[in-house]
């Protein structure tokens, strides 16, 4: 069990964001709701096309987009591969960018997760004179782990429906979880150092420790009972190195797959200041939907399905991923279908009050998951016959920015938005000023409250800021007005 003294160890100063019994919270009394985006641009991409940049670079430029958009959280990707090209020693150069990612991100009032981030678990491609058995086809390399990493003992780099099934995949995940040559150890190793560089700093969220792990060659073995050993190994390092900040713990790649996995086992760590993070892709990228076939989860259900898994680890809940994506022929994916999933989507994270991470904020044209098409599809577009920028989708944008609060005194009770129309509850046994709601757009909502003093509203680019002192039952609701 985990005892009073055991929640008091593991939790950071007043200041820093940890995990409170549903919510994350600010360690005040707050509850604070981080909604935004994945950043992938400091990802090691193969390069499908060698002339084409995998990535688009990196500025501050690309946060203060964000923040004109309400955001509030970066979900930071960043390459093993990059990070410890030489075992034992992390490259300066790589962790600088990080470090001048979260600084540009603080800048704009930004919070950051780290996320290990890997697909296929290597960027190496199928190799020249491979044979691929039937059912299978060559694949391109797509990002995660370095060379010394990876250990296919001679399997086929041959993919199966996607990226994330191959012979050579899942033995190095194999090899991985069972530790062979130590590599699982080192990778823990890795975040200790890697935590140790941000353990004093209050906008870094937290660690995602692996991206949408594989399942190797035994599952459930790998996918629950390892898995856990290499997060609670991982979150020990992490915490010897002085880092307090949440731990973000994924299921594997099954629950992007199929809506629903096992994931590690409940009691796999003491450690209480962990965020239970599932990709929440159903109706999506799931295998029903590839298969045209009714859904396995069906969008609603699946937040029903994490909250469960996130009351057994005792712990808040938040999607790391999740998006919608339609055809170039239709404004590169904002016809009526993703539209209208992601509306569905929006309506039930504010139901269930809940914070995420869209995928991508940009993409470029020769990322591997781009497929080489004639544009980089992600939230800000780009054009891949020019280079140059193409307008942004806008409107999954009016959607992903639409009002919310930020940070509210004690929890948040219900909630529920629409662009700028917000309906707010919440209550909180202390009272507070730390109330700070986001509206979008130009035009000054029209805001009526209750339980709330001393508020003002603030135009800032993109948006407004209303922020008030609550106590209480507290509530607040807004139209729009000239």
Known sequence: MQGAANVGKNLPDAGFLRAEGSHISDGRGNQVLLRGVNVNQLVDFYRPQPEVPAVRPLSEEDFAGMAEQGFTVSRLNISWSALEPERGSLDPEYVARIHQAVDWAK????????????????????????????????????????????????????????????PAGNRAFQNFYFDTNGIRSALAQTWGKLAAEFSDEPMVAGFDLLNEPGFGETAPVTTSYLLGKFYAQSIERIREAGARQIIFIEPSIFWSGLGFDSGPTPGFTEDTNIVFSPHLYAESITMDRDLGIV???????????????????????WSGEYGYWGSEEVHWGEDEDSLARLARYAAAEDEHVLGSAYWV??????????????????????????????????????????????????????????????????????????????????????????????????????????????????????????
Not at 108 to 115: A, E, F, M, Q
């Open 107 to 166: 800048a704009h009032g930004i919070y950051t997760v780290l996320d290990m981030h890997q697909d296929g678990w290597w960027n190496g491609p199928t190799e020249p004179g491979t044979t691929c058995r039937p059912g299978t086809e060559e694949m391109w390399g797509y990002d995660g782990a370095p060379q010394w990493a990876t250990i296919t003992d001679g399997a086929p780099r041959c993919q199966f429906t996607g990226r994330d099934i191959s």
């Open 295 to 317: 859904p396995i989860v069906g969008l609603e259900r699946q937040f029903t399905l994490a909250q469960r898994v996130a009351v057994e680890y005792n712990a808040p809940l």
């Open 361 to 482: 904020w940009k993409q470029a044209c020769g990322d591997p998951q781009n497929g080489i098409e004639p544009y980089g599809n992600a939230l800000m577009m780009q054009d891949c016959a020019t280079g140059g920028d193409l307008p942004p989708k806008r409107g999954l944008l009016k959607i992903l920015s639409r009002a919310y609060p930020q940070s509210a005194p004690g929890k948040i009770t219900s909630l529920a938005a629409e662009e700028s129309t917000l309906r707010l509850a919440g209550q909180t046994d202390t009272a507070s000023c730390d109330l700070q709601v986001w509206f979008p757009g130009s035009a000054k909502p029209e805001i009526h409250s209750t339980g709330i003093a001393n508020s003002s509203l603030e135009q800032v680019p993109g948006g407004w800021k209303f922020t008030g002192c609550a106590s209480g039952d507290y509530a607040l609701a807004s139209g729009s007005g000239e």
